[in-house]
């Protein structure tokens, strides 16, 4: 069975950081590209960044490209998420996802229960 | 960045309805775009991906249909457990895009 369970979330003060962790298991975790979504407080849904299965490819969405870093460590089965300068809008529940394909077309799969980043002082 | 423009954000609809959800893309993304049902304090749950494809497992009253910059989720016979917040996935190119969302109440 596919699992993805998120941890590091919690309290944070603007201006700091916080490392967000994914432990995947019940599937080839270095064969996928892993994703990370997220959604504010009674809002939408958020992508904010991938990491393909191969390390080549790395993408950020703009709200966060230059203060948030994903990572991935293959041997661990884990997706990371660093996240500086933190703003009281990155307040919100992250997601890891898992991205599969079928031909040339991907999707999210599975998600993680999430873990909520709250940035307030 | 693509956005993905969904309507309604709302609707009340009754068991045994059928329920059509729209997302209009402002550019073309071929068929490259995904259907998730979210349910108040749960994940996301795939539906549909490449725009019409069902995902194992879920129930065929569901449906997908469109291409270019003009999609549809479908529900024929709404059921009780089908009462949630939907959303349209672009996978066409990053960043990714989400539609805002619709949410299905019981009328």
């Known amino acids: 069975e596919v699992q993805l369970v998120e941890s590091g979330g919690g309290l944070v003060k603007p201006g700091g950081s916080l490392r967000l962790s994914c432990a995947a298991s019940?599937?080839?975790?270095?064969?996928?590209?892993m994703n990370w979504v997220r959604q504010a407080p009674g809002k939408g849904l958020e992508w904010v960044s991938s990491?393909?299965?191969?390390?080549?490819?790395?993408y950020y969405a703009d709200s966060v490209k230059g203060r948030f870093t994903i990572s991935r460590n293959n041997a661990k089965n884990s997706v990371y998420l660093q996240m500086n300068s933190l703003r009281a809008e990155d307040t919100a529940v992250y997601y890891c996802a898992r991205m599969s394909w079928f031909g040339e077309f991907d999707y999210l799969d599975h998600w993680g229960q999430g873990t909520l980043v709250t940035v307030s002082s | 960045a693509i956005q993905m423009t969904q309507s309604p954000s709302s609707l009340s609809a009754s068991v045994g309805d059928r329920v059509t959800i729209t997302c209009r893309a402002s550019?073309?993304?071929?068929?490259?775009l995904g259907w998730y049902q979210q349910k108040p304090g749960k994940a996301p749950k795939l539906l549909i991906y490449?725009?019409?494809s069902l995902q194992n497992g879920v129930p065929s009253r569901f449906s997908g249909s469109g291409s270019g910059t003009d999609f549809t989720l479908t529900i024929n016979s709404l059921q009780p457990e089908d009462f949630a917040t939907y959303y349209c996935l672009q996978d066409y190119n990053y960043p990714w895009t989400f539609g805002q969302g619709t949410k299905v109440e019981i009328k």
């Open positions: 990491f393909s299965s191969s390390g080549n490819f790395i």
């Open positions: 019940g599937f080839t975790f270095s064969n996928y590209n």
């Open positions: 490449a725009a019409s």
């Open positions: 550019q073309g993304i071929r068929n490259d």
